[in-house]
């Protein structure tokens, strides 16, 4: 990995937060892992998502009515990604590592591989937020440009309308290239990918056989080939839009910074992490109780991005620490108050950052005059 710092030795912010959330756990008599929220919600998201598969398979279904389904499922696809294989890669689900690893490979149920998303997301994305050149999370140049240091291209200038597209497909990529990509050539963008052990390389192909036997093979001997085509798609474009979208939400909307260390032969970050991780990390809709059930609490992704190890149906308690902590220390607590006012801030940033960047700068300036 590249030898990256920050500008730890004004740490006070992070340590005085850490302990107000512990002696929280404390004195509540609670662990910091999930507990009856995220079992029940795990057993719903798991049992939905296998009644609507065993459903699309022994059930002769009207073409729209499945096409329906396969959207719903998408969509479970997408929460169980948020509520359980999230808790459980970060070994916050529980105590027990041994069921943490196993609810982990829920990603991979799901197509993906929960090896290389440990190292992508736990890792790289969770310690260098939003710093172009290592965090693969907004590696997507030149398809679409989401930071300032991105090479411009003139298809940029309608991004915003095509965003939607490549949000849809972005699972089939993720399921279909990318992990075959770190797979063979060893490397998570520009970061050197953990070495393989025997039992990785065998979950990593049992896991991805298994994914094309149930979601490929079998439905086209079931439905036909047309009809499979656009069931999955339809599943994929659901599960792509809503995985991307809640994650956009998180790092790409207007009141979020990004760092450069291209621009920096030094390769160091001028503030301590945590507050890295305040100035590139946004939430939404905190108020709404529907939506965080749905995002496992990923609509709290500043609590989530301080307290990784801590599960998400803990986020809306601490996250009352976390406020008075950056009002006391003079800090950024970056908030939309819905979803929708956030959404609308990642289309205008991603309108921003299509423009050519000389009229990007000229109309910033103007504006903040």
């Not at 140049?141 to 200038?157: D, G, L, M, N, Y």
């Not at 075959?180 to 025997?198: G, L, P, Q, S, V």
């Not at 085509?229 to 790409?252: C, N, R």
Request: net charge positive; glycine share 6%.
């Amino acid at each position: 990995m590249p030898k990256i710092t920050f500008d730890n030795r004004n740490n006070e912010f992070y340590q005085s937060l850490k302990s107000s959330v512990d002696q929280y756990f404390i004195s509540n008599r609670i662990k910091k892992t999930g507990d009856w929220r995220l079992y029940t919600k795990t057993i719903t998201l798991i049992g939905a998502a296998i009644g609507l598969y065993l459903t699309l398979m022994f059930v002769n279904l009207p073409g729209l009515a499945a096409l329906a389904i396969c959207g719903i499922l998408g969509y479970t696809f997408a929460c169980i990604g948020f509520s359980v294989m999230h808790d459980a890669n970060h070994g916050s689900y529980s105590t027990k590592p041994w069921l943490n690893d196993l609810l982990g490979l829920s990603a991979n149920a799901l197509g993906a591989s929960s090896y290389f998303w440990k190292q992508k997301h736990n890792i790289i994305h969770h310690t260098y937020t939003n710093v172009d050149g290592i965090d693969d999370d907004i590696a997507k140049s030149p398809i679409i440009r989401q930071c300032e240091s991105q090479k411009w291209v003139p298809a940029h200038r309608i991004q915003h309308l095509y965003l939607l597209p490549i949000y849809a497909l972005s699972s089939i990529f993720w399921i279909f290239f990318m992990d075959f990509t770190k797979y063979f050539t060893r490397k998570i963008y520009t970061t050197e990918a953990w070495k393989m052990t025997r039992k990785n390389h065998f979950i990593f192909w049992g896991t991805k056989i298994s994914f094309f036997t149930f979601y490929v093979f079998l439905p086209i001997m079931v439905w036909g080939f047309g009809s499979w085509l656009a069931g999955f798609f339809v599943l994929h474009a659901v599960m792509g839009l809503t995985l991307s979208l809640v994650f956009q939400l998180a790092h790409v909307v207007e009141n979020t910074e990004f760092e450069n260390i291209a621009l920096d032969e030094t390769k160091h970050i001028d503030s301590a992490w945590a507050e890295h991780e305040l100035r590139t990390t946004a939430n939404f809709a905190m108020g709404n109780k529907v939506i965080s059930w749905f995002v496992g609490g990923l609509n709290y992704q500043i609590e989530h991005h301080l307290f990784p190890r801590v599960s998400h149906v803990h986020y809306p308690a601490i996250s009352k620490l976390v406020m008075e902590k950056c009002k006391e220390f003079n800090l950024p607590y970056n908030k939309y108050d819905t979803m929708s006012e956030a959404l609308a801030s990642h289309f205008r940033v991603m309108k921003m950052l299509g423009q050519k960047p000389a009229l990007a700068q000229e109309q910033a300036a103007q504006q903040a005059a």
